[in-house]
Structure formats: C-alpha cells, structure tokens
C-alpha cells in the first residue's frame, strides 16, 4: 500500500452518469479567458470532432451522438463530468510522468477541458450556426484505417471461420486455424484487425491472432519465440485487437515475418450481449515489397505476471487493493513500441518501468486509473520510444481493486486468480519489442543523453 500510495494517485470511483438537459447558468470566469462566451458551434464542436466523434456518432459504438447540437445538449452535464475527471476521451495514462510523446494521443488538453467545462457552466449555449464547422466525413467501418496511409489495400486479408454467439451465454473462446498461404519469407509492414461488422464488436472482447510457423535462426542470440515473455504460438503474436487497439505499423527498417507454411490460431474471446450474433474476425497485412527485408523484426511480447510462471501468481484477496509485480530482462538491445496494459473487471492501475543495468529505474509509462472498457494502446512516437540496453530489466506493476469501492467488481467477497474469463484475472502488458544490435544501440547511446532516475527519483516525480 505504501508504494501504491507513491505512485497513484486520485484514482476516483466512476461516477455514473445520467444525462439530461440543464438550465441556464452564468458563465465560468476563469483568469485570462475575460468573459469571452463559449459556443457549442464555435469552439466546442471542433473538439468533438478531433477527440469524440470516432465514437460518438450515428451506428458507431458509443452510445450516443455528439455530431449535432440537437444531439449533444441533454448530455451536457455529463460530459463535463466525464472530462473534468478524465475518463473521456479514454485515455488513462498519467500526464506527469514517464513518456508523454504518443502517435495515437486522442486525449484532451487542459485547455480543451476548461472550455468544456465553461461551455456547460454558462448554460451550453448553441452559438451561431454558421460557426459550425462542416461535417467530418467518416471512412466506412468495415473497411481499413490504413488503406490511406498506405494509398492502396492490404496485400493480404485473413478471416477466421465465423462464429455464432447465443444471446445469453457464459464467455466463449474460439480457436481455429486458418492457412495463410505463404510459399516464400515475407516481412509485415502494418497490420490492422477488427470484427467484421460493427455487431460484431458488441460481442468481441478481445482476439488474437498467434502466428504458427517453423522459425529461421535468428543469430542474434534472442530465443525470442521460446521466450517466457512471448506468447505461446512459435512465432509469437502477429495481432492483438481490443476496443482502443485497432492497428500496428512497424518503424521503417522493422516489421514481423511470415515464413512459408505459417498458419494463424486465433484466441477469439466472446461474451453475450443479449441478441443472438454470428460474426467473424478479420485482419489485413501491408507487406514490404518483394525482396525489400527490413534490419530488425518486431515481437508483441507479454510483459508481467503471467500464468506461466513469468512474474508473481495472481493472488488477490477479498476486500484487498492487490500489488503484483512481473519481471523481464532483455536479452539483447531493444526499443520498446508501445504500451498496453491488460487487466480485467478489477484493474486498477499498471506501470511500465525498466530497470537498468547500472541499476538506475527509469519509469516509461503508468496508467494510473485503468478501465476495464477500454484497453487502451499507448503507441511512442519514433523519437520518444524508449532504447534500452543488453541486460535491461522490464519491471511491470499492476494493482487490482477487488473492494467495495470499485463499482466494476462483480464480487468483492471473491477470491480472485489468474483466469481467461472477464470474472478471473489478468496482469500483463502488451509491449512490441524491436530488438537492434549492440552496435546500433551504441551508436544511439552516443548520440543521446537518455534521461534516467533513480526509483526514489522516480516516485518523488509522481
């Protein structure tokens, strides 16, 4: 509890929300803003716009729309609540510490939350029409994200078999197989994966597709497919996909390999969502160009406590706030991708740090009040992504909250492990590792001063 009480802070129960139409109020003055009026048209519809309306609009996943004034206003109240206390837009991390450099940052500024709240303060007022921006034009869900980065569609697309989920039902898991047929090495530029049809994702907790094929000999010294950190399948994870994960793009020069033969397993995890649905998942793959080999492959490594033995077993009592730690060391240089924690129902809180071979703690990430609804994926930028040496240990905390006081928790009173159902446990983070060579890392090291604290630092930081 002492180092939970370092590290986390203001993590608040979430407060349910009930939306509803407000009477005017006089406008919030703050210093430096003078009494300019905040509009939905003007300055608040842009905001929805960039940070909301991915999901917040008509046929999509949220609940409600945020397109229209008409739309937005009985939701007022509401959404000034959910920002106020940062839970949307769904980004969990803490801004004060470790890496602050995303190529996914969907989260909003502190100015960006202050107008939302004046805006509702002041009796969310509509503004001039003619101040609203035009309609964002929205690509086709069933279609892919990357086709326009790209400028042209995936080279392959694989499909697991369809499955039909009953309308009330324990959790499900579906494991097929399906062949990709590959007949010669191909490197893995990008890959994106979603359920079929929008559907679909009410049902899809979470699925992934390991990649089975005969490995190459590395001769880097790295057993990485063997490796208690990677997940099981030999040639580790081509693709994991949960809300707030949708796609993977590989830095120039790295990416994953199929080999001829290669086969995907999927790990398909469905729950009931009160209406009988049939759906399939799908995942699309940029390749590099025939005979283009990128330097480095890239492996989506499960970093923390595990079923298998990698970090401490899951053991949360009843009534307990629960601080479990999992260990890693890196058996060659390596830059660190991304960050995704992953939890359950009574996820807390999760940190990334890497402890180095001079035995100094440098915090990379901490989400500091997870949610179980959205398994958020923290991807660096090529230049925040953090470059550790040979030897580096890579120390992930996770604390569970099986209490009253976490409205999710299905059971306070129950003992809780390690299990593949939402009502068990999971403490582990999803993390693609980019392994380079001494000499790489050395010529990097030579050219940057990394910024590095000791753990007390560290903490004092948070």
């Known amino acids: 509890m002492d180092r939970f009480d370092q590290i986390v802070r203001g993590i608040g129960v979430t407060v349910l929300l009930v939306g509803f139409a407000i009477a005017g109020e006089p406008p919030n003055t703050v210093a430096g803003a003078a009494s300019k009026l905040v509009t939905f048209a003007k300055d608040i519809a842009p905001i929805f716009q960039e940070k909301c309306q991915d999901c917040h609009r008509k046929d999509s996943m949220a609940p409600m729309s945020l397109v229209t004034y008409e739309e937005t206003r009985p939701w007022a109240r509401s959404i000034k609540e959910r920002v106020v206390t940062h839970q949307m837009p769904p980004w969990h991390l803490d801004k004060t510490v470790g890496i602050q450099h995303f190529q996914n940052d969907r989260s909003l500024t502190d100015e960006q939350v202050e107008m939302i709240a004046r805006w509702v303060d002041a009796g969310a007022p509509q503004g ?11 690509p ?5 994200q990357l086709e326009k980065k790209y400028g042209r569609p995936p080279d392959m697309i694989i499909k697991s078999d369809a499955y039909t989920m009953p309308a009330v039902s324990q959790d499900q898991w ?4 399906t062949d990709l047929h590959v007949t010669e090495p191909s490197w893995v530029q990008a890959v994106e994966m979603h359920p ?8 899809v907790h979470h699925a992934i597709a390991h990649l089975m094929q005969n490995e190459p000999k590395t001769g880097n010294g790295v057993d990485d497919g063997n490796d208690a950190s ?18 993977d793009v590989y830095r120039p020069d790295t990416g994953k390999l199929l080999m001829p033969g290669a086969k995907v397993w999927w790990d398909i995890h469905y729950h009931a969502v009160g209406e009988t649905i049939r759906d399939h998942v799908e995942l699309a793959v940029w ?7 990128p330097k480095y492959r890239t492996y989506l490594t499960l970093f923390g406590a595990t079923s298998t033995g990698g970090g401490s077993p899951l053991d949360i009592p009843p009534n307990t706030i629960k ?3 999992g260990f890693h060391v890196l058996k060659a240089p390596a830059i660190l991708e991304n960050f995704q924690p992953h939890m359950h129902l009574r996820g807390k809180a999760m940190s990334l740090e890497a402890i180095l071979p001079d035995g100094t703690t440098q915090m990379i990430s901490y989400v500091d009040h997870f949610n179980f609804n959205w398994m958020n994926n923290y991807i660096y930028t090529d230049e925040a992504a953090p470059v ?56 990097w090291a030579a050219a940057h001063k990394p910024k590095r604290s000791d753990a007390a630092s560290a903490r004092r930081a948070q």
Not at 128 to 138: A, E, G, I, L, S
Not at 196 to 203: D, E, N, V
Not at 406 to 419: A, E, I, K, L
Not at 424 to 443: G, L, Q, R
């Open 128 to 138: 001039d029409v003619k101040d609203m921006p035009p309609p964002k034009q929205w």
């Open 140 to 144: 086709d869900e069933t279609g892919w």
């Open 174 to 177: 579906f494991k097929p197989t």
């Open 196 to 203: 079929s049809t929008p559907a679909g994702r009410r049902i």
């Open 230 to 247: 990677v997940a099981a399948a030999q040639g580790g994870i081509l693709m994991e996909w949960a809300v707030g994960k949708t796609y």
């Open 287 to 293: 390749l590099y160009p025939k005979g283009q080999a």
């Open 323 to 325: 601080e479990t730690q």
């Open 388 to 443: 550790l040496p040979k030897g580096t240990i890579i120390h992930v905390t996770a604390w569970h909250d099986n209490t009253a006081s976490n409205r999710s928790n299905p059971d306070p009173n129950q003992w809780v492990g390690w299990g593949d159902r939402t009502v068990d446990e999971m403490a582990h983070a999803w993390v693609n590792v980019t392994y380079i060579s001494d000499e790489d890392y050395k010529a």
